[in-house]
């Protein structure tokens, strides 16, 4: 069964463009370890709230592993607007 993740954080709005910079090198790097090609998407409402999503993931142990290592190699967290972190949440097929 393959799985989805779906991760949501807030940037900092003066960063927006460090930010899609960031995330672009993020998704790179796990398309180059995964396969798995991620999308990026804003908040309609609120253009300081992004989500990344990855879809059809077969093994969720190495995805999660490489996109821990990912974020980490990145310096995501110089983005992230005050009291924000990567929240993820993992859906599956009905």
């Known amino acids: 069964m393959s799985a989805g993740y779906y991760i949501y954080y807030r940037i900092l ?3 927006a463009r460090d930010a899609r ?4 090198a993020l998704q790179a790097d796990l398309l180059r ?5 991620g999308k990026l998407l804003r908040r309609r409402d609120d253009p300081e709230t992004w989500m990344e999503i ?12 490489a ?9 995501f967290a ?3 607007a005050p009291g924000s ?5 993992v859906f599956v097929p009905l």
């Open 85 to 89: 972190r990567r929240v993820t949440e």
């Open 78 to 80: 110089a983005v992230l």
């Open 13 to 15: 709005a003066d960063r």
């Open 21 to 24: 910079r960031i995330v672009a």
């Open 33 to 37: 370890e995964t396969g798995v090609q």
């Open 67 to 75: 996109l821990d290592a990912a974020a980490g190699r990145c310096g």
């Open 54 to 65: 990855y879809e059809d993931i077969a093994d969720e142990k190495v995805f999660h592993l």
